[in-house]
């Protein structure tokens, strides 16, 4: 979209100023790639500078933004130094592209990424977060004179998602194991690394997954940080990565051993990007799924259903409560450690959504994680598949605050107590 010339030092401008921002950006993952034209159809070279400032929530974070630019001079990118204020109109971040050249009757295109990285690698804020950014370009000759240019353009943000599929209604303490999908799927055009795709379980619980040859590989399960915190399980390892376009579908197996209580429990599936301290970073999660356990005398259930149980969109992160401080990602997407789960299906196209505006809250004292927004189909009446969703107590405890994807609504990572 081009912006009308403006007036400059009393003369008709003769630069007009052309963008293609991305329609949208991940939350929490890499920057993505446009650009912007600036043209001169006046009669002389001149030398301009490309100011560019983001607004985006109140909420928003330190580290959130990132913008580089590819210098003309030598290819490479470079970042742009960005400051942050905060207003009561949100928070902007603002930089300037120095001395670009355009010569008479000319176009310079200028290649650009923007991300919202919520943080610096491996310390990922915690809270914070928006659902969209708006992007102010502006070309000037003397930034003290009003803008030659400029453009506003709206950037969505969108989240990569978690889900759990086909997790049967009861499990039997002490008895086989019951198994289900795990689905991790980025639809954003933004690249994630240092990414922790993490189930968490009850204490009584074993969690396997399938390999490549189809082998069962037991997972190390990784203490919460308050004592009655669940146990979580890195499914693709700690610091995995997923390209834009990704999905990676892990079949899974949990089995609870003989001294379970019997009553229900919960499973639980959330994302971290660039994790400090275990479970301590940009947060994503979706709908838990509850299972029945039986005692151990009772005859072990027969397979497991073929429905899926409905998980829960949202944004990162959990925008609403979501990230608070530091960590921008981007960097090349790492591949899944040896000997991680195998995706049943994966793809990851070679092209390379966010969080609930702003404030910052505090962990609901409700015993079970709400999500916004989820979709909750019923149950074919052949089958039944465990409980999922918002209004189920669950099993699980997280002493933690999540982030909500664009348009996808809130959701809280909290305390929960497993009830007998």
Request: proline share 10%.
């Amino acid at each position: 979209m081009a912006a009308a010339p403006v007036a400059f030092a009393g003369e008709p401008s003769h630069t007009s100023l052309s963008v293609q921002a991305p329609a949208s950006v991940g939350f929490a993952g890499g920057p993505v790639e446009f650009t912007e034209d600036i043209t001169n159809s006046g009669q002389e070279s001149t030398g301009y500078h490309l100011e560019l400032r983001t607004v985006t929530d109140v909420g928003t974070p330190p580290d959130a933004i990132v913008i580089d630019y590819r210098d003309p001079a030598d290819g490479t990118w470079k970042s742009v130094p960005l400051g942050m204020t905060r207003t009561s109109g949100g928070v902007v971040y603002d930089g300037t592209v120095l001395g670009l050249t355009v010569p008479a009757g000319r176009t310079l295109k200028v290649d650009l990424r923007i991300g919202a990285p919520m943080g610096l690698p491996h310390d990922g804020a915690t809270n914070g977060g928006f659902r969209s950014i708006a992007l102010h370009s502006a070309v000037v000759v003397d930034p003290h004179e009003p803008a030659q240019a400029e453009v506003t353009s709206t950037i969505k943000v969108t989240s990569i998602t978690s889900s759990l599929d086909h997790v049967p209604a009861t499990a039997v303490a002490g008895g086989a194991p019951v198994e289900f999908d795990a689905t991790l799927d980025n639809p954003t055009p933004s690249d994630y690394t240092n990414l922790g795709n993490v189930l968490f379980v009850d204490r009584y619980a074993t969690v396997q997954v399938r390999t490549a040859d189809g082998a069962w590989r037991t997972l190390d399960k990784v203490a919460g940080i308050a004592p009655d915190d669940p146990y979580g399980v890195y499914l693709q390892g700690r610091d995995s990565g997923l390209r834009s376009g990704g999905k990676v579908v892990a079949r899974v197996r949990v089995s609870y051993d003989a001294k379970t209580p019997a009553g229900t429990t919960t499973l639980g599936p959330c994302v971290f990007v660039n994790e400090g301290l275990p479970f301590r970073g940009t947060t994503k999660c979706a709908a838990h799924s509850t299972i029945q356990v039986l005692p151990a005398a009772t005859k072990t259930p027969g397979p497991s259903p073929s429905s899926s149980s409905a998980p829960s969109s949202s944004s990162a992160p959990s925008a609403s409560s979501a990230p608070s401080a530091s960590s921008a990602p981007s960097a090349p997407v790492s591949s899944a450690p040896a000997g991680a789960a195998v995706p049943v299906s994966a793809s990851s196209p070679s092209a390379p959504a966010p969080a609930d505006p702003s404030t910052t809250s505090t962990a609901p004292s409700t015993p079970q994680a709400r999500v916004a927004d989820a979709a909750q189909p019923a149950a074919p009446s052949s089958v039944q598949l465990a409980s999922t969703g918002a209004d189920h107590t669950a099993g699980l405890a997280v002493g933690g605050l999540a982030l909500t994807a664009a348009g996808a609504g809130a959701l809280w990572l909290r305390r929960v107590l497993r009830r007998a």
